[in-house]
Nanobody, 124 residues
Framework: QVQLMESGGGLVQAGGSLRLSCDAS????????MGWYRQAPGKQRELVAR???????NYADSVKGRFTISRVNAKNTVYLQMNSLKPEDTAAYYC??????????????????WGQGTQVTVSS
C-alpha cells in the first residue's frame, strides 16, 4: 500500500516563505502525477499545483508567480515552494499522488492516495 509523508507546514508572517515536501513510499512501480491541494475552514478543497511525470505543471490562478511545484522522480518526492505568502493562503495542505503499484506477482494496479495534511498559517 502506498503511503505519503508530508512535512514543512507551519506559521509564517505575510510575505514569508515555506517549502512543503511529500514523500511517497510503498510498492510503487511508477508515479504519473503529484499534486498539492488545500482546504481552508468552511471551504472546499481546491487544487493548488500539480506536476506530471514529464514535468508539465499547472497552478491555481491565485498562486501563479508565487508558488513553484517540483518533483524528484527517483525519490518519489514532490515539493511546493511557497513565496510571498498571504493570509488567504492559510489552509491545510494535502498531497495527492496517482500512479501504479505492485498488486502481486506480475500484477499492477492504479492507485490514488492522499496525505494526512499539513497546516499552513500565514499571519498578517
Amino acid at each position: 500500500q502506498v503511503q505519503l509523508m508530508e512535512s514543512g507546514g507551519g506559521l509564517v508572517q505575510a510575505g514569508g516563505s515555506l517549502r512543503l515536501s511529500c514523500d511517497a513510499s510503498g510498492n510503487i512501480v511508477s508515479i504519473s502525477a503529484m499534486g498539492w491541494y488545500r482546504q481552508a475552514p468552511g471551504k472546499q478543497r481546491e487544487l493548488v499545483a500539480r506536476i506530471t511525470r514529464d514535468g508539465t505543471t499547472n497552478y491555481a490562478d491565485s498562486v501563479k508567480g508565487r508558488f513553484t511545484i517540483s518533483r524528484v522522480n527517483a525519490k518519489n518526492t514532490v515539493y511546493l515552494q511557497m513565496n510571498s505568502l498571504k493570509p488567504e493562503d492559510t489552509a491545510a495542505y494535502y498531497c495527492k499522488v496517482n500512479g501504479w503499484e505492485l498488486a502481486g506477482e506480475n500484477l499492477q494496479r492504479n492507485f490514488e492516495v492522499w496525505g494526512q495534511g499539513t497546516q499552513v498559517t500565514v499571519s498578517s
